[in-house]
């Protein structure tokens, strides 16, 4: 099972691998924000900090709304889009 780490609420928890970062957020209390949770508003910007290579590839959605923000770089993903794989991450957003 994953360990991931909420950087800003020095928070970190075990979860099934599988699940959407968003339910790991609600399980954990994690205060990381989401608006759509569609990957089109730009709320949920997260920089993964380590453990990228356990998540999938960016999609066409979330890599164009990255696009739009002008939000790209290495780490960036819409935290509304993160699946959860077999591996531990970490990452924070903005405030
Ligand atoms: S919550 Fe809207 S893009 Fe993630």
Redesign the pocket.
């Known amino acids: 099972m994953p360990r991931i780490r909420f950087a800003n609420d020095d928070l970190t928890v075990q979860v099934a691998a599988g699940i959407s970062l968003p339910q790991a957020a609600n399980e954990a209390g994690a205060g990381l924000p989401?608006?759509?949770?569609?990957?089109?508003?730009?709320?949920?910007v997260v920089t993964v900090l380590s453990g990228e290579e356990n998540l999938d590839e960016l999609g066409f959605v979330e890599s164009d709304?990255l696009a739009v923000l002008g939000a790209q770089g290495p780490g960036r993903r819409?935290?509304?889009?993160i699946v959860l794989g077999e591996g531990d991450i970490e990452i924070a957003w903005d405030e």
Do not use: E, P, S, V
């Open positions: 989401f608006g759509c949770r569609a990957g089109t508003c730009g709320t949920c709304t819409l935290g509304c889009q």
